[in-house]
């Protein structure tokens, strides 16, 4: 090619736009992998399963060696959602905070039942479970906004609670569901002879209709940071309070059975008060390793010596020997250990629901085997007596 026709090509390409040149290499895709080196995710851990919502036990008969822990029936599925609406199904209302008995506002018409215990065995905790409310929601209320949401303080320090608090469950009865109620028991023997009395009268008279189908009272917790004037105020309302119709005693399942407890179950029997066992915080336990077993042996055996010759205040009939386990926990997020069951309990003390169980605990064929049969005494079956002949005496010396 002449120089001339080069230069004036290479002066032409200078103004043309370049060409984008292509790759020699080619995208080859990557071959699927070998199912065989396929290494599958680790299985994921399974929920725990859900807490019961009622969970009790039983103690085999006294005279029988081979004590033990049974497992009772639970309430029907009916029944606990009836105890279940009237705790829940509106909102709880703090009603008083008295520190003396004579603080308290009459009551002649609604029923109550009082929490007792140790301080910092949880007895607000289980109060605020009770009600459905998520322990860690109570836990961030405090001072009067707690009040108005019908809550119970509750604290990590003992000795939170340090008057009597009553929190009133379940909407208002009709007159006709009161009215047996208003035949409170009385302690006082004789007329109105007393100025005193006949004011009391008076303003039984003026009092309100009750507002509620039940109230629960919180009282002082004993031990830890407890004063003394609290333990006098609380035996005058066991010994003087109308509508009373019994106390729950919380006992901490990890703890165990202290003195304070058995001072309380002492004064239980003196005021003739019906007695209900709860075991909480159960979840530190482990009810599936047997350690609440040895928690409600301990329990009856307590209960058994403190009753001693007392005729009023005996198994059954004074204090309840089904013992109810709870775990309250967070019920929003657990449903709560056994929350429902101390519901159920708390309403049949208080006469609002009836029992329509078998009392009959659960008994392994194991245990049946071990238990020996008892036998009324005009059961027995005895043994006939063979006539034998009377033995010839000797000659010599007497027989004897």
């Known amino acids: 090619m002449p120089p001339t026709l080069r230069c004036l090509l290479i002066r032409e390409s200078a103004f043309l736009p370049r060409r984008q040149h292509l790759s020699t290499t080619f995208y080859h895709p990557e071959p699927p992998p070998d199912v065989t080196e396929f290494t599958p995710l680790p299985p994921s851990k399974k929920p725990p399963p859900p807490p019961l919502p009622a969970l009790s036990f039983l103690p085999t008969p006294s005279n029988n060696p081979n004590q033990a822990a ?146 629960v009272v919180d009282m002082p917790g004993y031990g830890l940071n407890s004063q003394e004037a609290w333990g006098v105020e609380i035996q005058k309302f066991l010994a003087r309070r109308e509508m009373l119709k ?76 089904e013992i109810w386990v709870t775990g309250a926990g967070d019920p929003k997020k657990s449903g709560g250990l056994g929350v429902e069951g101390a519901r159920w309990a708390i309403c049949k003390m208080a006469g609002l629901v009836e029992e329509e169980r078998m009392i009959a605990p659960v008994v392994s064929e194991e245990k049946k085997a071990a238990v020996p049969k008892i036998v009324p005494f005009d059961q027995i079956q005895w043994a006939s007596v063979v006539s034998q002949p009377p033995k010839q005496a000797s000659l010599g010396r007497p027989t004897f």
């Open 246 to 321: 019994g106390a729950v005693i919380l006992i901490d399942a990890v703890a165990g059975v202290k003195d304070g407890d058995r001072m309380a179950m002492s004064m239980l029997r003196n005021a003739r008060v019906k007695t209900s066992i709860v075991l909480t915080k159960a979840d530190k336990v482990g009810y599936e390793q047997g350690g609440l077993d040895k928690a409600c042996l301990k329990v009856w055996e307590e209960l058994r010596k403190i009753q001693g010759a007392s005729l009023e205040w005996q198994e059954g009939t004074g204090w309840q020997p």
């Open 70 to 215: 049974l497992p009772a029936p639970p309430p029907t599925p009916s029944s606990l959602a009836t105890t279940t609406t009237l705790f829940t199904g509106l909102p709880p209302a703090f009603l008083f905070a008295a520190p003396r008995f004579l603080n308290l506002p009459l009551n002649t018409r609604t029923p109550e039942v009082c929490l007792l215990g140790r301080s910092n065995v949880g007895k607000s905790t289980l109060l605020n479970a009770l009600a459905g409310t998520a322990t860690a929601a109570a836990g961030k209320t405090h001072g009067l906004g707690a009040r108005r949401a019908g809550l119970a303080l509750t604290s990590s320090k003992a000795g939170c609670t340090k008057t009597m608090n009553g929190y009133g469950f379940g909407p208002a009865p009709r007159p006709g569901e009161y009215a047996p109620l208003e035949k409170a028991p009385s302690f006082k023997c004789g007329g109105m002879n007393s100025r005193s009395e006949k004011r009391a009268e008076r303003k039984r008279l003026r009092e309100a209709p009750p507002a509620h189908r039940l109230v």
